[in-house]
Structure formats: structure tokens, C-alpha cells
């Protein structure tokens, strides 16, 4: 499973060599001067590419300001680092969104304490009821 084993938290995920090197094909293809950085605009044209979307302005002033400020743009390993991280961000989600899923057995969009009970009794049988409501009312 992607979560650690305290569950709040995912692993630190580490990409497959043929992946590694997409990003660094990416890199090249969307540095077009060979500046041996990233500008901005060219920072969102490689998140496009490998995310299919194009980063909001809040996101690429967040990229740009944790940069090191002594270069003129995001260096190729600032990059792979920022890609690693959005796609163990991306794979967490995916993983919080199947479990959601599975709690959701009538496709609603939301749980009920009803979908709550149901599931938490399938996966951890002798877990308290009050246990269980406990957790259900801090997220609601």
C-alpha cells in the first residue's frame, strides 16, 4: 500500500528509470535555448506535458520563489525534484480517492455514517463503535 505505516503520510516515492528519463527528455525539449534552466513559461509547458494541465499563476510563483535565487530559472535537478514530488502527490490522491470509492458503495459523492460503520467493520471488525464515530465526526 502507498500509505506509511503510521497511515498519515504517504511513502517517499521513487521514479522508475524509464520515468526518470521522460522528465529528463521533458527538461531538454521545453529548455529551447539550451539556457541549461527553465524559465517560467517554460516550467508550465513541461507541466503540461507530463501533468496534461496548465499550472495556475499561484503555482508557478510557488515553483519560482522555493528555487534557488542565484539562478535565472529552475535547474534540471530542482526539476526532477519538483516533478517526483507532484507525481507522489498525484499518486496519494489517486490512492485517497480508491478509498473513498470503495466507502462510497451507492456513488453519492459523500459518506454516511451508515457507508462509515459498514466499512470500518469490514476492515478492522473489533475497532469500538465509539472509536468510529469519534472518527467520523472530526471529519465531518
Known sequence: ???????????TWEATPSERKKWV????????????YLSREDFKVAVV???????????ANSVMS??????SGI?????????????????YRNEIRHIFT?????YRGYLTLEDFQKAFKRVAP???E???LEVFRYYQ
Do not use: W
Open 66 to 71: 522555493s528555487i534557488n535565487p542565484n539562478t
Open 1 to 11: 500500500m502507498f500509505f506509511s505505516q503510521a497511515g498519515a503520510r504517504p511513502r
Open 102 to 106: 470503495a466507502f462510497d458503495r451507492h
Open 25 to 36: 527528455e521533458v527538461f531538454k525539449v521545453c529548455d529551447e535555448d539550451n539556457k541549461g
Open 130 to 132: 465509539r472509536i468510529i
Open 49 to 59: 506535458t507530463l501533468f496534461g494541465y496548465k499550472p495556475s499563476k499561484i503555482e
Open 126 to 128: 473489533k475497532l469500538p
Open 75 to 91: 535547474l534540471l535537478g530542482e526539476f526532477l525534484n519538483i516533478v517526483r514530488k507532484k507525481k507522489e502527490a498525484q499518486l
